[in-house]
């Protein structure tokens, strides 16, 4: 496309009271290499007449539109010209809200302002998507628990085809042992059959689902909308392929073997897995004589809630003892249940089972922590307990003690193996084949051939639950079109697992689909950009190999990277990571931003500060700050980027050569709580500016003129204090000694 | 393969938007109705989520970002649905769009609220503190624009505001208006409201100056909130750094409401964390039934725990009652596992007040069955309407998400019949 450059000023909203919009608009023409008659300047550019001006402009061709105004977060429907290159330059919150009016350092900002706006669409292209070939919109669902049939009964619903696949000989999982399932529907009384027998029928009588039963996942290559699956088989193999994958692996009871001090291992001590199974066949009976329990204790968070076991509650154990404590009455009416609890957790209307059970006086609850459980004779047990309700220290007997077994992901097993090879790797090459060697290998689930690694990765301290935002978006993982659903993902029960994997189908369907039309999915779900590498420059330094959040790039046996674009969600770590810059994306590169740095005007008195703004959290924060009209610093200029992890390190090259005397990244929090939204972007930028620091000093400039700062979308009232406090420390620091170079 | 009829999403809090934007990005079109001036609803007003102490501004801004970017989404704040007719695949809806009487010309830049001479309670702020009758809910609010409050605006014969308009964007004479769309699903998120804690009357709840509420509390830690995020009590502005949280107010009671509300209790450990953070020398006491911190969040609950200055306490709060003399409240309780009675003096106490459904006060019109708490009975429910998060029992943030996601597609199969 031929570009023909338009440049727009709007006066309103205090715009032209804090400006020179004569010399404003002179500096913006000679930028855009327009005449300035031709720079339209208007009262009002979002009103009617405003909008008009610029329509009329590009029916006439003009097809590369800069518009300094208000911040692109608002208006956005009155600013938006298809097919046309638009950048708003924010005049508004940045200049007219939060500096002061008609000064020459506040024009000197909206001079840059404008003119990083215009190179910004010089540099720049129109995105256009890169849909690859011969894509497949079929689903993938591992696993034929309550989630996954869930899921694949769902995403069939919608047209989608679907392809299950359960390890063992029948589909149902842990919800087909079940005796009965706890209330699902108010008034939450009555206990109910188990649903999934129903999903069973129904998804095995649905035409879109394809099943694969007593088969596990072999290997799982490729990308969405091009993943070749091979499933294994009674020992033989076959490959499918398919456009997104659903995990539901779902989880095991926690070893019971290791619950010796709950008394697990003496004939009468049972789990609560094997009492669904006693509830199943007819009596609840003592294992040790055959005889009716007539005492039946229940010991909650065996194994759950315990920093030497499960760190985490399971969730549904003491709905599920409830239950079980309504079997034991219901089959016997003579019996009766305790249940001894650390707290009882009920959440939501499932209270009102609970209070149901209360009013049933067979059965007795006590908080309570249980010390042991030792023999009573006769097969008898003592439950030993403090803490609790009925005194400080109680013994109690029962004939039958039934465990609240905890939850444990199936994907926790290859997690902790892979995090074992991976610390043993870092001893050398011996020592990883010596462990490979002597350790056994659990079940794998997807088996991917990435170079980052063959499952979904788990976060730190999530205990092999499967990464995720974990609040606002859920279902978010750092592989691309795989989604995991259920009790891989948190402990869930048979309702709350039904509801997770229909939105897990969901999320596979809006893969599958944005990935034929050559777009990005969560978080830029319209971006049809896409990291185009120079690959003949690469030097096979594996940096964006090692760096992508997603194990979007792989590599070959040079190293030289392979991007698999279906994987990838638009963050430009890549473009960060490489320090030969040769990735870039049609609209964002690092040509683009460097220039942008380079065209901002660096006066021989006084101090500049260039901040690069994460836009997703610290752009909207400072346009907040704007809004609540705090003043800024005026020796800043903030230039917005998509992640931090986007940084690319030339440009504090690019800064401090031009005589900017700091550099402040300004991101999302990370580590443990990260708040990025591509999870690793602002700890990676982290990372590398710390190597920064070293070659700053090298060059003899002081570490102290680069700073992270982590920032939230809400830390607006204190971002102008931030920044004054980092320009103070500059000032102290003195000027760059390359300015006026 | 993407074919088929708008679905509609009432309600724009985060199970509505969550909802529609999923809707949206599989490639289906959908409206939200929402009711207030703004999208973000309840999470909107809170500080910070658990259990990662993260503000929902920022989730809030890429879902916005969301509908910014796709066309397939489409919204009316302050709307209502007037009616409900038809079947899955085809329901005809009556929206009743309230006025703003500020039109899409507001650029947002204040000038109204300053002129306007009326005050009126910040209800964004749960009435802890006034704003004008010319107002935006908060300062990162979604659409950016002003409106006027119908109720307290004094009307033509003020118009002040009207005169202060540079950009021509206020219009006194706006009228409601009455749209009829055609829709093949229905999505209810009308959300929550918070348990009315005057009807709590030994924890003096709407009585006792310093006895605030779980939501205020949100407010006052929040910086756009009443007090720019000090945690000052509402009697005198003084530092709180004494606080006690009173669980299951409301929740969990018989007489008042008998489920548990879910999020409570990790809301006022969270809310423990903002004292904590705030003042040093604080403390906070926290009176509990059961301590209700499922699945992952156990974590969060252990590491407030850890903290030695905030205590748990085991037991129910018997009365509250006010010293007037200091503006101080005194806090009676029993404390289950020491077997004794506590009396306690506090500078402040948090009610962590229950959630109640929407649906509870305002019924949706369709034909649509609730339990005596007024939840919507999900087995009720006409094919191709579906309720979403709080409508159907108290559930967090992390779970609205999850089932707004679900119900996303629901209604594509619903919209495809």
Redesign the interface.
């Known amino acids: 496309m031929e570009k023909k450059y338009g440049v727009y000023i709007c006066k309103?909203?205090?715009i032209g009271e804090a400006l020179n919009i004569d010399e404003l608009t002179k500096d913006a023409a000679r930028a855009a290499k327009i005449e300035p008659d031709a720079v339209r300047v208007h009262p009002?550019l979002?009103?009617p007449e405003g909008l008009e001006l610029i329509k009329n402009d590009v029916k006439a061709g003009i097809n590369t539109l800069t518009i300094g105004a208000?911040s692109p977060?608002?208006?956005?429907e009155e600013f938006d010209f298809p097919g046309a290159i638009t950048e708003r330059v924010n005049l508004r919150e940045l200049i007219a809200w939060s500096q002061e009016p008609k000064t020459e350092d506040t024009d000197m900002i909206a001079t840059d302002y404008m003119r990083m706006g215009i190179i910004k669409t010089q540099k720049g292209e129109l995105p256009e998507p890169n849909i690859l070939q011969d894509l497949s919109?079929t689903i993938l669902v591992v696993g034929g628990g309550i989630s996954g049939l869930t899921a694949a009964i769902?995403?069939a619903?919608?047209?989608?085809q679907v392809v299950l696949v359960e390890k063992e000989a029948e589909l149902g999982g842990w919800a087909a042992e079940l005796y009965k399932q706890t209330p699902m529907?108010?008034?939450y009384e009555k206990l109910e059959d188990p649903l999934v027998f129903s999903k069973v029928k129904e998804a095995e009588s649905n035409p879109n689902i394809k099943i694969f039963k007593s088969s596990v996942v072999e290997k799982t290559d490729g990308q969405p909308g091009l993943f070749d699956v091979t499933i294994r088989k009674n020992g033989s193999s076959e490959t499918i392929k398919v456009g997104a994958i659903i995990m539901a692996a779902g989880w095991k009871p926690y070893d019971a073997s290791k619950l010796g001090h709950f008394g697990y291992g003496k004939p009468n001590v049972i789990t609560s897995i094997q009492m669904e199974d006693m509830a199943k066949k007819g009596k609840i009976i003592r294992p040790s004589d055959g005889k009716e329990a007539k005492k039946v204790a229940f010991i909650q968070c065996a194994g759950?809630?315990d920093?030497n076991h499960l760190?985490?509650?399971?969730?549904f154990c003491c709905a599920t003892s409830l239950k079980q404590a309504k079997y034991v009455r219901e089959k016997n009416s003579d019996a009766i249940a305790m249940i001894f609890y650390k707290?009882?957790?009920?959440?939501?209307?499932?209270?009102?089972f609970y209070?149901n059970m209360q009013n049933d006086p067979g059965v007795l609850l006590t908080?309570a922590d249980v010390t042991g459980v030792s023999d009573a004779g006769n097969g008898n047990l003592f439950v030993e307990a403090e803490?609790t309700?009925l005194g400080e220290k109680i013994r109690i007997e029962a004939d039958l003690v039934v465990l609240a077994i905890g939850v444990v992901p199936a994907t926790r097993a290859p997690q902790e193996y892979l995090d074992r090879l991976t610390e043993v790797s870092k001893k050398g090459d011996d020592a990883k084949k010596a462990y490979i060697e002597s350790t056994p290998k659990p079940d794998f689930i997807l088996n991917l051939q990435y170079r980052q690694g063959p499952e979904i990765p788990s976060l730190e301290?999530?205990y092999g639950?499967a990464d995720s935002n974990?609040?606002?978006?859920?279902?978010e993982t750092r592989r691309t079109g795989i989604y995991a659903a259920g009790c891989v993902r948190?402990?869930?029960n048979v309702t709350?697992a039904?509801?997770?994997?229909?939105?897990?189908?969901?999320?596979a369907?809006?893969a599958v689909?944005?990935i034929a039309k050559g777009i990005a999915?969560?978080?830029r779900?319209?971006d049809a950009s896409f990291p185009d590498p120079l690959l003949i420059k690469c030097t096979a330094c594996k940096r964006c190999t090692e760096e992508c959040p997603f194990g979007a790039i792989d590599e070959d046996e040079k190293g030289i990277p392979f991007f698999k674009i279906n994987r990838c969600r638009r963050c430009g770590t890549c473009m960060g990571a490489c320090p030969e810059r040769i990735v870039s994306f049609k609209d964002y590169s690092v040509d683009m931003i460097g220039s942008m740095i380079k065209s901002v005007e660096v006066p021989d008195e006084g101090f500049r500060i260039i901040v690069l703004a994460c836009e997703?959290?610290a752009y909207?924060a400072l346009d907040?700050a704007g809004?609540?009209k705090k003043r800024l610093n005026p020796s800043v200029r903030i230039i917005p980027v998509r992640c931090l992890g986007s940084t690319n390190l030339v440009w504090v090259a690019d800064a401090f050569s031009r005589g900017i005397d700091g550099l402040i990244l300004l991101g999302c929090?990370f580590g443990e709580?990260y708040?990025c939204?591509f999870v690793k972007g602002s700890e990676l930028a982290d990372y590398r500016f710390s190597k920064v620091q070293e070659t700053l000093s090298k060059l003899q400039l002081e570490s102290d003129r680069c700073q992270l700062i982590q920032i939230?979308?809400?830390?607006?009232?204190?971002l102008p204090e931030i920044i004054e406090g980092f320009v103070k420390k500059i000032e102290e620091v003195g000027p760059n000694p390359f300015k006026g170079f | 393969m993407t074919e088929g009829k708008t679905v509609l999403v009432v309600g724009g809090g985060m199970s509505g938007l969550t909802t529609a934007v999923e809707v949206a990005e599989a490639g289906y079109k959908v409206i939200i109705a929402e009711k207030t001036p703004y999208l973000g609803g309840r999470v909107a007003q809170l500080n910070k989520y658990f259990p990662k102490l993260c503000p929902p501004n920022c989730g809030l801004e890429i879902n916005f970002k969301r509908i910014k970017n796709n066309a397939d989404v489409s919204f009316y704040t302050l709307a209502e649905v007037e009616k409900i007719s038809g079947q899955e695949g085809d329901f005809d809806v009556t929206l009743k769009i309230n006025p703003r009487y500020v039109n899409d010309k507001c650029v947002g830049c204040n000038a109204c609220a300053e002129a306007c001479p009326v005050e009126m309670p910040n209800e964004f702020n749960f009435g802890l503190n006034k704003t004008k009758a010319a107002y935006i809910p908060h300062n990162q609010a979604f659409p950016f624009k002003y409106a006027i409050d119908g109720k307290h605006c004094k009307g033509a014969s003020c118009a002040k505001c009207v005169e202060a308009c540079k950009y021509d964007a206020i219009d006194l004479n706006m009228k409601p208006e009455t749209i009829n769309i055609n829709v093949g699903a229905i999505a209810l998120a009308t959300g929550w409201d918070l348990y009315d804690v005057t009807k709590l009357d030994n924890l003096g709840g709407g009585k006792i100056k310093n006895v605030i509420t779980n939501m205020q509390m949100e407010r006052l830690a929040s910086p756009n909130g009443s007090t720019a995020g000090k945690i000052l009590r509402p009697s005198d502005d003084k530092e709180a750094k004494n606080i006690a949280f009173v669980q299951c107010a409301g929740s969990r009671d018989e007489n008042h409401l008998p489920y548990c509300s879910f999020i409570c209790c990790m809301a006022s450990l969270k809310q423990a964390t903002y004292l904590r953070e705030q003042y040093p020398d604080s403390k906070a006491q926290i009176f509990y039934i059961d301590i209700r911190t499922p699945g992952r969040y156990e974590q969060f609950y252990w590491k407030v725990k850890d903290d030695p200055n905030v205590t748990l306490t085991k037991g129910k709060v018997a009365k509250i009652t006010e010293d007037p003399s200091s503006g101080d409240v005194i806090v009676e309780a029993e404390d289950i596992l020491a077997g004794k009675k506590i009396k306690a003096r506090f500078d402040m106490v948090v009610l962590a007040a229950g959630m109640v459904p929407s649906t509870k006060g305002s019924k949706i019109s369709a034909d649509i069955s609730y339990t005596e708490d007024g939840f919507v009975k999900p087995s009720s429910l006409k094919k191709g309407i579906y309720a979403v998060g709080t409508l159907k029992s108290p559930v967090d943030v992390a779970k609205s998400v999850q089932d707004a996601t679900g119900v996303a597609i629901k209604s594509i199969q619903s919209a495809r019949r």
Not at chain 1, 343 to 352: A, K, N, V
């Open positions: 309103g909203c205090g009002v979002c009103s208000c977060r608002v208006k956005y919109k769902e995403a619903n919608v047209g989608y529907e108010y008034p759950s809630r920093p760190p985490y509650c399971s969730s707290d009882i957790r009920t959440p939501g209307q499932t209270e009102l209070k908080k803490n309700l301290d999530a639950f974990f609040i606002c978006f859920q279902y948190q402990p869930m709350d039904q509801l997770d994997a229909a939105g897990t189908a969901l999320k369907i809006q689909e944005h999915v969560h978080p779900a319209w997703n959290d909207p907040s809004i609540n929090k709580n708040q939204h939230a979308i809400s830390d607006y009232d204190k």
